[in-house]
């Protein structure tokens, strides 16, 4: 058997060898191919002509024959290939065994797992790489100051629990993180994430004094940090209990679609919570489904209020950061370090607010007192969490996505394993430690990771000399921005969002690439925008994973036909050349088969296959009964006549005076009656025997008169299945069943090792279906079914029999 393959790759070649034009030739001879010029056709002219193009054909015969390749080996079916390749069961190993194993060895392990920092710092290069850290961290921290300080108020909290949220979690991750790159502190997704929570459950309005109707600040700022921190104790231990039960994996159902599509939402929330920043006005807090659409008409309604120096503060400061990120893009080469402009304008703005007084003459709302120093612990409170639990499920799983997707990017670059349990573990210790020291949740932010890789960061010592320097504001330098406007930091929050609004033009890309992707994108955007954060993941992950399920219940079945001279089998509706086997269906799905789609499965498979199976099995019965029911009514008629028959011929009349010698002969002659009577009834039943067996069946199609099938042979491609459940197994038999009764014998082919397994132990084995019916490939199960035509139906007392 020859076949030919493509020097570049097997599709290749197989496109080529299917085209409309192609020539059928033998399989011992090499296959020829089409050789044209530039312009697409073959300019031969004159008296040459004819040597040209023997030459030309010699050449192409030359180079398929360099392609070529031959295979020959027997015909296997399952049980034959168990046998030629010695197959047996797989042992599993249980894994839970070692679990209890204790060693010097595993204890080691286990510690190197857990606190990966003992395991690559006593390893540290300090002369080649301490440099890179270094400056890597200072640039960093430049960068974490400003964020924490907006990111922050995001989080409807005071700006100098932002500084601590960018000192202890950034420490923890140090030692407990397996990435080396990313920057854990304040995100924008988790702030807006973290502030629909505390304006919940801490709201403006709970909070009016009796006397003014005026805002007790200090009191909410308080309950806002309880609840903020109680939701990141919270969010800790969800992230650290998953990460110790391995299930890192439960990520995997956040694609790609879905995450981009819920940061871009959350940019949009993000953005919209900022506007009352911009125009310096005050608005009503909400939360849960269509909130940010009343935020929005809210602003719209309140834009006549806007203060003027506040909005004029705003422009100027995001007029000045867009330029300098300008600047640094024109310069990337040439500066050893972008050029701080957050912190830059952070401090010119300070300075200006200070000497000007923007706070006492233009009413511009500034950050105010900022305490010098850490905090003490404080208990997480209990009573917060019930109302808290959903919400610090979804930060939970929403944080280690964003960690763990830019973490393997960077491990993918820099050639190292980012293992994605310890990375739930690692987060979660720095949530969990963190909300005690009255931090709210966080998580890695991209702009931060980027400057950390590009400013020649190696490791996360990077990370802990950020964090010092974040600790060096806080007990000293934290006091000086006290005169800070906030909408200076809505302005920096505003800027930074550029990287996540560019993701609309995912909407372009997705239309041209996967439009399933894009119908995820979009139903994650909008849910998101229209149900709030937390309600909006929900909803995008069920969509998702039924999008799955729906689409392995729509899958694309094809009947195969095989590529001439070759053992390959394609789709007959889009390989032209590809031709069907004369009496035999090949028939394939794209998707494995399970309860979903069994009946789907069947029911395409009957309407392919050109003959309606359930119409001519009805037919079938229904003729057979009406002979059962003639041969019944047949019987009866001729059991009446000879039952009269018999009762005449058996009428007995005895004499007395018979002697027992005429008794003796006479039982001498009755026995040798009924042994030439039995022998006769013998010879009869042998004769009706034979021609019982000359006779044609008359359960057949053919003498039943109804159409037969123009193929004797199925054969199911089951390369697809990757796993098999009792639905599937009843339909198979089904199948088996039903084609069977029209004369039509089923095989399967090309069944992975495991699916095997699992047909074994589902007993779907037996009399009527073995082994031998399953093959190694769908060309072994063509050949012998086209060796093996249809037969004529066997009784069924015999098949019971064998």
């Given at each position: 058997?020859?076949?030919?393959?493509?020097?570049?790759?097997?599709?290749?070649?197989?496109?080529?060898?299917?085209?409309?034009?192609?020539?059928?030739?033998?399989?011992?001879r090499p296959?020829?191919?089409?050789?044209?010029?530039?312009?697409?056709?073959?300019?031969?002219?004159?008296?040459?002509?004819?040597?040209?193009?023997?030459?030309?054909?010699?050449?192409?015969?030359?180079?398929?024959?360099?392609?070529?390749?031959?295979?020959?080996?027997?015909?296997?079916n399952?049980?034959?290939?168990?046998?030629?390749?010695?197959?047996?069961?797989?042992?599993?190993?249980?894994?839970?065994?070692?679990?209890?194993?204790?060693?010097?060895?595993?204890?080691?392990?286990?510690?190197?797992?857990?606190?990966?920092?003992?395991?690559?710092?006593?390893?540290?290069?300090?002369?080649?790489?301490?440099?890179?850290?270094?400056?890597?961290?200072?640039?960093?921290?430049?960068?974490?100051?400003?964020?924490?300080?907006?990111?922050?108020?995001?989080?409807?909290?005071?700006?100098?629990?932002?500084?601590?949220?960018?000192?202890?979690?950034?420490?923890?991750?140090?030692?407990?993180?397996?990435?080396?790159?990313?920057?854990?502190?304040?995100?924008?997704?988790?702030?807006?994430?973290?502030?629909?929570?505390?304006?919940?459950?801490?709201?403006?309005?709970?909070?009016?004094?009796?006397s003014?109707?005026?805002?007790?600040?200090?009191?909410?700022?308080?309950?806002?940090?309880?609840?903020?921190?109680?939701?990141?104790?919270?969010?800790?231990l969800?992230?650290?209990?998953?990460g110790?039960v391995?299930?890192?994996?439960?990520?995997?159902?956040?694609?790609?679609?879905?995450?981009?599509?819920?940061?871009?939402?959350?940019?949009?929330?993000?953005?919209?919570?900022?506007?009352?920043?911009?125009?310096?006005?005050?608005?009503?807090?909400?939360?849960?489904?269509?909130?940010?659409?009343?935020?929005?008409?809210?602003?719209?309604?309140?834009?006549?209020?806007?203060?003027?120096?506040?909005?004029?503060?705003?422009?100027?400061?995001?007029?000045?950061?867009?330029?300098?990120?300008?600047?640094?893009?024109?310069?990337?080469?040439?500066?050893?370090?972008?050029?701080?402009?957050?912190?830059?304008?952070?401090?010119?703005?300070?300075?200006?607010?200070?000497?000007?007084?923007?706070?006492?003459?233009?009413?511009?709302?500034?950050?105010?007192?900022?305490p010098?120093?850490?905090?003490?612990?404080?208990?997480p409170s209990?009573?917060?969490?019930?109302?808290?639990?959903?919400?610090?499920?979804?930060?939970?799983?929403?944080?280690?996505?964003?960690?763990?997707?830019?973490?393997?990017?960077?491990?993918?670059?820099?050639?190292?394993?980012?293992?994605?349990?310890?990375?739930?573990?690692?987060?979660?210790l720095?949530?969990?430690?963190?909300?005690?020291?009255?931090c709210?949740?966080?998580?890695?932010?991209?702009?931060?990771?980027?400057?950390?890789?590009?400013?020649?960061?190696?490791?996360?010592?990077?990370?802990?000399?950020?964090?010092?320097?974040?600790?060096?504001?806080?007990?000293?330098?934290?006091?000086?921005?006290?005169?800070?406007p906030?909408?200076?930091?809505?302005?920096?929050?505003?800027?930074?969002?550029?990287?996540?609004?560019?993701?609309?033009?995912?909407?372009?890309?997705?239309?041209?690439?996967?439009?399933?992707?894009?119908?995820?994108?979009l139903?994650?955007?909008?849910?998101?925008?229209?149900?709030?954060?937390?309600?909006?993941?929900?909803?995008?992950?069920?969509?998702?994973?039924?999008?799955?399920?729906?689409?392995?219940?729509?899958?694309?079945?094809?009947?195969?036909?095989?590529?001439?001279?070759?053992d390959?089998?394609?789709?007959?509706?889009?390989?032209?050349?590809?031709?069907?086997?004369?009496?035999?269906?090949?028939?394939r799905?794209?998707?494995?088969?399970?309860?979903?789609?069994?009946?789907?499965?069947?029911?395409?498979?009957?309407?392919?296959?050109?003959?309606?199976?359930?119409?001519?099995?009805s037919?079938?019965?229904?003729?057979?009964?009406?002979?059962?029911?003639?041969?019944?009514?047949?019987?009866?008629?001729?059991?009446?006549?000879?039952?009269?028959?018999?009762?005449?011929?058996?009428?007995?009349?005895?004499n007395?005076?018979?002697?027992v010698?005429?008794?003796?002969?006479?039982?001498?002659?009755?026995?040798k009656?009924?042994?030439?009577?039995?022998?006769?009834?013998?010879?009869?039943?042998?004769?009706?025997?034979?021609?019982?067996?000359?006779?044609?069946?008359?359960?057949?199609?053919?003498?039943?008169?109804?159409?037969?099938p123009d193929?004797?042979?199925?054969?199911?491609?089951?390369?697809?299945?990757?796993?098999?459940?009792?639905?599937?197994?009843?339909?198979?038999?089904?199948?088996?069943?039903?084609?069977?009764?029209?004369?039509?014998?089923?095989?399967?082919?090309?069944?992975?090792?495991?699916?095997?397994?699992?047909?074994?132990?589902?007993?779907?084995?037996?009399?009527?279906?073995?082994?031998?019916?399953?093959?190694?490939?769908?060309?072994?199960?063509?050949?012998?079914?086209?060796?093996?035509?249809?037969?004529?139906?066997?009784?069924?007392?015999?098949?019971?029999?064998?």
């Amino acid at each position: 058997m020859g076949l030919s393959e493509a020097p570049g790759g097997g599709a290749t070649g197989l496109e080529d060898l299917c085209e409309p034009a192609m020539p059928r030739v033998s399989e011992d001879r090499p296959r020829t191919h089409s050789t044209a010029s530039s312009n697409g056709d073959i300019q031969v002219r004159g008296p040459f002509q004819r040597d040209t193009q023997a030459l030309l054909s010699t050449t192409q015969a030359m180079e398929l024959r360099r392609r070529d390749y031959h295979v020959e080996r027997p015909l296997l079916n399952q049980e034959q290939l168990e046998e030629l390749g010695s197959r047996s069961s797989a042992t599993g190993t249980l894994q839970w065994r070692t679990w209890f194993r204790c060693s010097h060895a595993r204890a080691q392990a286990l510690l190197l797992q857990y606190f990966p920092v003992l395991a690559w710092l006593p390893q540290y290069p300090v002369r080649d790489w301490l440099l890179g850290d270094l400056l890597s961290g200072l640039s960093v921290a430049i960068m974490q100051l400003p964020q924490g300080l907006a990111y922050a108020l995001l989080a409807g909290l005071p700006p100098v629990f932002g500084l601590y949220s960018s000192f202890y979690p950034v420490f923890i991750y140090f030692l407990f993180g397996t990435s080396r790159h990313i920057s854990v502190g304040t995100f924008a997704v988790m702030s807006v994430m973290v502030g629909s929570v505390t304006e919940s459950l801490a709201p403006d309005e709970a909070f009016l004094q009796a006397s003014n109707s005026t805002v007790d600040v200090a009191a909410r700022d308080a309950a806002r940090v309880q609840v903020a921190s109680t939701l990141s104790v919270l969010v800790g231990l969800f992230q650290v209990g998953l990460g110790l039960v391995h299930f890192g994996f439960v990520v995997t159902y956040l694609s790609e679609p879905l995450v981009r599509a819920y940061t871009t939402a959350a940019s949009v929330q993000v953005f919209v919570s900022q506007l009352k920043y911009v125009f310096g006005l005050h608005l009503s807090s909400r939360s849960g489904p269509l909130s940010l659409i009343y935020t929005v008409l809210e602003v719209c309604w309140k834009l006549p209020q806007t203060v003027v120096g506040t909005m004029v503060t705003a422009v100027v400061a995001g007029v000045v950061l867009v330029l300098v990120k300008l600047l640094n893009d024109k310069l990337r080469r040439q500066l050893p370090m972008p050029l701080p402009g957050e912190l830059l304008t952070l401090i010119g703005a300070t300075g200006i607010s200070y000497g000007v007084g923007l706070q006492h003459r233009f009413g511009v709302d500034v950050v105010g007192k900022i305490p010098a120093g850490l905090v003490p612990p404080v208990a997480p409170s209990p009573q917060l969490f019930a109302r808290l639990v959903g919400n610090a499920f979804a930060i939970a799983v929403v944080g280690f996505a964003i960690a763990i997707s830019l973490g393997k990017i960077f491990a993918l670059r820099h050639g190292y394993r980012v293992d994605s349990n310890q990375e739930l573990v690692a987060l979660g210790l720095s949530n969990l430690i963190g909300g005690i020291f009255q931090c709210f949740p966080v998580s890695c932010s991209m702009s931060r990771s980027l400057v950390q890789e590009s400013t020649g960061g190696n490791t996360q010592v990077a990370g802990a000399i950020s964090s010092l320097f974040i600790l060096i504001i806080i007990v000293k330098l934290g006091e000086l921005f006290q005169d800070l406007p906030k909408a200076v930091l809505a302005a920096a929050i505003i800027v930074n969002l550029k990287g996540m609004l560019m993701q609309f033009t995912d909407i372009h890309s997705l239309w041209k690439a996967n439009r399933v992707d894009l119908l995820i994108w979009l139903v994650t955007f909008v849910a998101t925008i229209l149900l709030n954060l937390d309600l909006g993941l929900a909803v995008a992950v069920v969509f998702s994973l039924l999008l799955v399920v729906v689409r392995t219940q729509l899958p694309h079945y094809s009947v195969l036909g095989q590529v001439p001279d070759t053992d390959i089998y394609r789709d007959v509706a889009e390989y032209s050349e590809a031709r069907e086997v004369p009496g035999v269906k090949v028939f394939r799905s794209s998707a494995t088969m399970y309860f979903a789609n069994a009946e789907l499965y069947s029911d395409t498979l009957k309407q392919r296959c050109g003959v309606n199976v359930d119409h001519l099995i009805s037919q079938k019965k229904k003729l057979l009964r009406k002979q059962e029911l003639k041969l019944k009514r047949l019987q009866k008629e001729n059991k009446l006549p000879k039952q009269a028959a018999a009762s005449k011929g058996t009428s007995i009349s005895i004499n007395v005076n018979t002697s027992v010698t005429d008794i003796e002969s006479n039982d001498v002659e009755g026995s040798k009656a009924k042994q030439v009577s039995a022998g006769t009834e013998l010879e009869d039943t042998a004769a009706r025997g034979q021609e019982d067996a000359k006779a044609p069946d008359m359960s057949s199609l053919k003498t039943l008169g109804l159409p037969q099938p123009d193929f004797h042979s199925l054969i199911l491609d089951l390369s697809s299945l990757s796993f098999v459940d009792t639905v599937c197994l009843k339909s198979l038999k089904n199948i088996f069943r039903d084609f069977r009764e029209i004369e039509v014998e089923v095989y399967m082919a090309a069944c992975h090792s495991p699916v095997v397994t699992q047909l074994e132990v589902g007993h779907f084995f037996d009399a009527s279906i073995t082994k031998q019916h399953l093959f190694a490939s769908v060309h072994d199960a063509v050949i012998f079914a086209l060796q093996h035509p249809r037969s004529s139906p066997v009784n069924p007392v015999l098949v019971t029999k064998l």
